[in-house]
């Protein structure tokens, strides 16, 4: 194929999104599918997890709301505050021919019981879904089987066929863990902007990835709240900048980008993230951390039975 490059700044372009195209298989970022993963599926150890169809939502602003309850250990000015820098750390990407598709907007708050009865957040029935995407706090207690001490759980609703996602609601798990609104956090408490960065991924539909230093490698690390150039090249891989009368760099259909993955070292560490999918049936897709190890993030999905 023979391709005509009309100007110096189109030629640059044309640069970077083959430099970009090239450097992908070095890449560990993965994406969310369609697909159910195997329960205790480890992408660190092998690999993304490729088959189904990426998920993302479709173009344009997307709200997220928090709960006006906020947390006994959070107030919601320092939780209004923390979302904020969580979300502008994944707002701010730039990619190599603009900025992404995409962008998350604080929308406020919701009431603690409407945040209750969220569809994200409560069984509803597979084909519904709400337009609130909330950030609550479990205070009284983690309303999830879950052996695995988990800190935080995204749920994910979309579309089997579309792949679009149409709701994402996070849970912070406030009841069995003690949460610093501070950067760093102190000794014995768990960073919260750490890990609602790593939940702002999950909310973008990103998975966790095999690179041990990215956001969203499954285990949580205190202070890690700088995006590393595998989280960005992920949120450009789903939400490329369109270029006036072309295309963009990167392409939305590759589900993942598997490589060889960086050791664990030290044992800050401390904890797994995860993603949770709403369907008919739901399952958790958390991995598995040593004993000793609480788990930062499940994350679940929501097959939405339109779209």
């Known amino acids: 194929m023979v391709v005509f490059v009309r100007s110096a700044a189109a ?10 195209v090239s450097s992908r298989q070095a890449l560990a970022f993965c994406r969310t599918t369609t697909s159910q993963i195997p ?3 480890d992408p660190s150890v092998t690999g993304c997890w490729s088959q189904g169809k990426g998920l993302a939502w479709a ?10 309850a906020a947390s006994k250990q959070v107030s919601l000015q320092d939780a209004t505050r923390i979302a904020h820098l969580a979300f502008k750390a994944w707002n701010d990407v730039a990619c190599p021919a603009g900025t992404p598709m995409v962008k998350a907007y604080d929308n406020g708050t919701v009431s603690a019981k409407a945040a209750a009865s969220d569809c994200g957040l409560a069984q509803c029935a597979p084909t519904v879904h709400d337009s609130q995407h909330v950030i609550v706090f479990d205070d009284d207690g983690w309303p999830h089987n879950d052996p695995a001490n988990t800190l935080a759980l995204t749920t994910v609703t979309y579309g089997v066929s579309s792949a679009e996602i149409f709701d994402a609601d996070i849970e912070i798990n406030s009841s069995e863990h003690v949460l610093s609104v501070q950067e760093p956090p102190p000794a014995g408490t768990f960073d919260l902007q750490a890990i609602l960065t790593h939940e702002a ?32 090249a992920g949120l450009c891989a789903i939400y490329p900048h369109e270029v006036a009368g072309g295309c963009a760099c990167a392409s939305a259909q590759a589900t993942s980008h598997g490589s060889s993955y960086a050791s664990l070292f030290g044992v800050s560490v401390i904890a797994l993230f995860g993603v949770r999918r709403r369907s008919a049936g739901r399952y958790a897709c958390a991995g598995h951390a040593p004993a000793e190890v609480p788990v930062l993030a499940a994350c679940r999905s929501a097959q939405q039975e339109s779209g």
Do not use: K, N, R, W
């Not at 173009?59 to 006006?68: M, N, Q």
């Open 11 to 20: 030629a640059a372009l044309l640069a970077a999104c083959v430099a970009l």
């Open 59 to 68: 173009v344009g602003s997307v709200p997220y709301e928090l709960s006006a």
């Open 39 to 41: 329960v205790g599926y």
């Open 201 to 232: 991924g999950h909310f973008y539909g990103l998975a966790h990835a095999t690179d041990a230093l990215a956001i969203m490698y499954a285990y949580y690390q205190p202070g890690a709240v700088a995006l590393t150039t595998d989280d960005t």
